[in-house]
């Protein structure tokens, strides 16, 4: 799970909020919080290397929460920050240069 999904915090994803929303719109409870971060107005990049994953992380787009489910998925803020950087991991990616393959 990527950051959105809490890195791999059960305790967020099985908040029961989620499966309730989830059940409503036919979705998971991962697709609920990656239409909330879209809603919200946040750039959405979550990993998986599970194709089942990558095909639901892209299928949000077909509802939308209501305000009152927006309010309440962020009354769940437990203050907690799952991206933790070190000022050297910062600076090791501002040099990064990615390789390109060559034809």
């Not at 599970?50 to 769940?76: C, K, Q, W, Y």
């Amino acid at each position: 799970m990527g950051y959105p999904l809490g890195h791999g915090d059960r305790t967020l994803i099985e908040q029961p909020i989620f499966g309730k929303i989830g059940a409503k719109y036919a979705k998971t409870p991962a697709q609920v919080i990656l239409r909330w971060h879209t809603q919200m107005g946040f750039v959405v990049i979550p990993g998986s290397k599970n194709v089942s994953h990558i095909r639901d992380n892209l299928n949000i787009f077909d509802f939308e929460l209501t305000d009152a489910e927006m309010a309440e998925i962020a009354a769940l803020n437990r203050g907690v920050r799952y991206y933790h950087r070190t000022d050297e991991q910062l600076a090791a990616f501002a040099k990064f240069r990615p390789k390109y393959e060559k034809a």
